[in-house]
């Protein structure tokens, strides 16, 4: 599979961006999904993950209440909205698919070595 991620751009703090991520050559119902920041000079840090139907999710505590991820399986399409962001927001995000059958529950898919495809980012940038 293919991933392809995109929505990413220049935002006041308190402002909202919607994050796409687009797959091609196979389902995104197959795959659980995640996304991923990293800012410069930083670690890849862990953003939400969504089992394969979506009932299931997980986020970063430093993200909780702000951000939502969703899917859209008909249109091959992962969402994460973004509300009230901060500057401390700005990074490269970057979506993820793992190949998992079963959902692992929450935590599992915070380590980026449970996933097995990665798309190019977008980059978010918050100003104060």
């Known amino acids: 599979v293919q991933l392809q991620a995109s929505g990413g751009g220049l935002v006041e703090a308190g402002g909202s961006l919607r994050l796409s991520c687009a797959a091609s050559g196979r389902t995104l119902s197959s795959y659980v999904m995640g996304w991923f920041r990293q800012a410069p000079g930083k670690e890849r840090e862990f953003v939400a993950a969504?089992?394969?139907?979506?009932?299931?999710?997980d986020y970063a505590d430093s993200v909780k209440g702000r951000f939502t991820i969703s899917r859209d399986n008909a249109k091959n399409t992962v969402y994460l909205q973004m509300n009230r962001l901060k500057p401390e927001d700005t990074a490269v995000y970057s979506c993820a698919a793992s190949d998992d059958i079963h959902y692992y529950g929450s935590g599992y898919y915070r380590v980026s070595d449970r996933y097995d495809y990665w798309g190019q980012g977008t980059q978010v940038t918050v100003s104060s």
């Open positions: 969504i089992s394969r139907r979506g009932v299931s999710t």
